[in-house]
C-alpha cells in the first residue's frame, strides 16, 4: 500500500461510517465512534504492510488497576490467538488501549474494515460497561460471559 491508496481507503472507510468530513481520517489518523477514540497510522516508509489502529478504552481507577490488569492478561492469553490486537497500557496516558495491526492490505476493503473498527468500539465500550466500573474484582470467567453473551460455565478457550 502507499500513501495515496491508504487516504483513499480512509475517505472509504468515512464514507461506510457515515463520518462527516470525509478526509479527516486520512489526514489526522483519528476517528471517534460511539465516543471512543482511535488513532489510524499509515506509514509507507518503515511499514508499508499495516496499518495501526489503537482504541483508547480509557483510564482506570487506581483502585482497581491491579485487578483490571490481571483481567486484560487473561483476556491477551485468550485471545491472542484468534484476534489481530492485544490490550496494552499507554505510557503517556495511563490509558488502557486496544492495539491491532491491519495486515493483508491488498486484500481489505473499506466495509470490512468500517465493520471492524465499529466491532472494537463496541468491545470498548462494554469493556468499559463490564471491567473498568467496578467489575474488577470479578471473576474472569463472569466478565468474558458478559463481554461474550456465553453462560458463564463456558470454557473460557471457547470465549476468546
Not at 12 to 39: H, Q, R, V, W
Not at 48 to 75: A, H, M
Not at 110 to 126: F, V
Amino acid at each position: 500500500m502507499n500513501y495515496s491508496q491508504f487516504l483513499e481507503l480512509c475517505r472509504d472507510i468515512s464514507t461506510e461510517l457515515n463520518l462527516e468530513d470525509l478526509d479527516e481520517l486520512g489526514f489526522s489518523n483519528y476517528l471517534e465512534i460511539d465516543d471512543i477514540p482511535m488513532a489510524f497510522i499509515f506509514d509507507e516508509h518503515s511499514a508499508p504492510d499495516r496499518i495501526f489502529c489503537y482504541v483508547d478504552l480509557g483510564p482506570i481507577e487506581d483502585s482497581q488497576r491491579l485487578d483490571i490488569y490481571d483481567n486484560l492478561l487473561t483476556l491477551n492469553l485468550l485471545s491472542g490467538t484468534k484476534t489481530n490486537g492485544v490490550y496494552a497500557l499507554d505510557p503517556t496516558s495511563s490509558h488502557v488501549l486496544f492495539v491491532a495491526h491491519i495486515v493483508d492490505l491488498d486484500q481489505i476493503d473499506a466495509s470490512s474494515l468500517a465493520n471492524d473498527l465499529r466491532s472494537y468500539s463496541a468491545r470498548a465500550i462494554s469493556l468499559q460497561n463490564n471491567l473498568f466500573k467496578g467489575a474488577a474484582a470479578a471473576p474472569i470467567a463472569e466478565i468474558m460471559s458478559q463481554l461474550f453473551g456465553q453462560p458463564e460455565q463456558t470454557p473460557l478457550n471457547e470465549l476468546a
